[in-house]
T-cell receptor
Framework: GENVEQHPSTLSVQEGDSAVIKCTYS??????FPWYKQELGKRPQLIID?????GEKKDQRIAVTLNKTAKHFSLHITETQPEDSAVYFC?????????????FGKGTLLTVNP | DAGVTQSPTHLIKTRGQHVTLRCSPI?????VSWYQQVLGQGPQFIFQ???????GRGNFPDRFSARQFPNYSSELNVNALLLGDSALYLC??????????????FGPGTRLTVL
């Protein structure tokens, strides 16, 4: 089955700096890669996603890149703010339509210091 | 605009007991998935249902079962509870259907504690 590795497990940055979180996946059939942000005691919230036919996607301060050949994808957060502090999860999914599942990485605890 | 809702919020059970968790998807969403999130880990896939049929099952024992109702709400049942079943149980809904992969939106979860 699919295996998703996520690094680093913790990341501490100064406010205004950039943060990068990297994930690798094992199943070459995976075609959808979402990123979720989970604040303490809250639900995971979808912040950005990318599909296998796209190499990069950007939404304001957040961007995701995908390298299908190397089977890795990354989350980039620029101009970090204290409210970006949370646990971030990457995930991968194969299949489509009405039959698919998400396989998650173990998460990255991002701390943005004021 | 109601999101995914789950009940109860918290639950405390003892070993050997049975538990039923409930989920209502976003209006118009036809697929519900269940995930188990142990503290400090990412969510792990348990089941996916679409149009009342099981479409996917993760690596969980037969003590775990689920079903989806005609209104697309869903129940997750766990029998013979073990201490290791203590976790946050998350429900995710998506539109599903067709050939594309649809975004999944999570509910707030049910925190299950097994004593």
């Amino acid at each position: 089955g699919e295996n998703v590795e996520q690094h680093p497990s913790t990341l501490s940055v100064q406010e205004g700096d950039s943060a990068v979180i990297k994930c690798t996946y094992s199943d070459s059939a995976s075609n959808y890669f979402p990123w979720y942000k989970q604040e303490l005691g809250k639900r995971p919230q979808l912040i950005i996603d990318i599909r296998s036919n796209v190499g990069e996607k950007k939404d304001q301060r957040i961007a995701v890149t995908l390298n299908k050949t190397a089977k890795h994808f990354s989350l980039h957060i620029t101009e970090t703010q204290p409210e970006d502090s949370a646990v971030y999860f990457c995930a991968a999914s194969s299949g489509g339509g009405s039959n698919y599942k998400l396989t998650f990485g173990k998460g990255t605890l991002l701390t943005v210091n004021p | 605009d109601a999101g995914v809702t789950q009940s109860p919020t918290h639950l405390i059970k003892t070993r050997g007991q049975h538990v039923t968790l409930r989920c209502s998807p976003i209006s118009g969403h036809k697929s519900v998935s269940w995930y188990q999130q142990v503290l400090g880990q990412g969510p792990q896939f348990i089941f996916q249902y679409y149009e009342k049929e099981e479409r996917g099952r993760g690596n969980f024992p037969d003590r775990f079962s689920a079903r989806q109702f005609p209104n697309y709400s869903s129940e997750l049942n766990v029998n013979a509870l073990l201490l290791g079943d203590s976790a946050l149980y998350l429900c995710a809904s998506s539109l599903a259907g067709g050939a594309t992969v649809w975004e999944q939106f999570f509910g707030p979860g049910t925190r299950l504690t097994v004593l």
